[in-house]
């Protein structure tokens, strides 16, 4: 039996890419989770928005608890198994009436892993609706082969390359990912998506998990991961600690070595660093 989704919830996931929405919080602890982002981002300046926008579970101890919520990975063990990994997290954050965007991507394009049994928690802190540059969906895509992308590096693109994908998409079948603080959607890393700028008077606030099975490797170079659920019998992943105190000492001496090993990864080709700040 699954443990969250239903049966036809699985089967459109696995028909379309995507799935939502899961309640995996209540709006007040979405507002309570939003409000804690907030101060750390007012204690540490644009910190969250550089640095620390990749993989902040490994910094604060209410982003571990994020990535280990049981309403979360009920869903995606119901997806992907029950031994899991988060091997990734970022905040896609709009400011209110921002040029923000992101460009139509598939995730696999240059993550470097070998499956594409890779599943995207993507949590709402904030109401992502359509006006706030919710994200968009093309269903079924995620069943075509990778599809070349041609690397932009543009200034307004939340993505690492700006990359977008090198063919006409049609936008007519986009389906938007309307979401309300607390929920989640789940999506494919081969689902071609994005999101367009927020015209809203509030921020749009998102925390994206990425989770993998243990037996998907990393082709790029050495790479690491966080196990949040059941056993890694395969140790393709260093494994990670979670932090003992938000920004304790250990804690930002493990961030600051797997965020420039994920560079390498992520950059890899290109002679660029990560440098953008949102
Ligand atoms: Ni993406």
């Known amino acids: 039996m699954p443990k969250r989704l239903s049966f036809e919830a699985i089967e459109r996931y696995r028909e379309q890419g995507f799935y939502f929405p899961v309640r995996v919080m209540t709006a007040a602890d979405a507002t309570a989770t939003r409000q804690k982002l907030e101060a750390a981002e007012a204690a540490l300046s644009d910190k969250l928005k550089g640095a620390f926008r990749h993989k902040p579970h490994l910094l604060f101890t209410w982003l571990d608890a994020i990535v280990r919520r049981p309403a979360i990975l009920d869903a995606v063990q119901d997806l992907i198994g029950p031994n899991l990994l988060c091997w990734s997290s970022l905040f896609f954050n709009k400011a209110p009436q921002s040029k ?14 070998s499956s594409p049994d890779v599943v995207t928690a993507w949590v709402a802190l904030s109401p992502s609706t359509v006006e706030a540059g919710a994200m968009r969906v093309v269903p079924g895509t995620h069943a075509r082969e990778q599809i070349p992308h041609r690397e932009t590096f543009a200034p307004d693109n939340m993505l690492t390359r700006g990359q977008e994908v090198a063919v006409e998409v049609d936008e007519t079948q986009a389906v938007d990912i309307v979401l309300q603080p607390g929920e989640m959607s789940l999506h494919h890393v081969k689902l071609v998506h994005g999101s367009p700028p927020n015209r809203s008077a509030d921020r749009r606030i998102g925390f994206a ?25 395969y140790g393709h992943f260093d494994l990670e600690r979670s932090p003992r105190a938000d920004l304790d000492d250990d804690a930002l001496a493990l961030h600051e070595a797997v965020a420039e090993q994920h560079a390498r990864i992520l950059y890899a080709g290109t002679g660029r660093q990560d440098a953008k700040t949102f």
């Open 100 to 113: 923000t965007y992101v460009s139509w991507h598939q995730d696999a394009t240059y993550w470097g892993l």
């Open 209 to 233: 998990v990425r989770y993998i099975p243990p037996h998907v490797r990393q082709l790029v170079g050495r790479d690491s991961a966080l196990l949040v659920r059941g056993v890694d019998e």
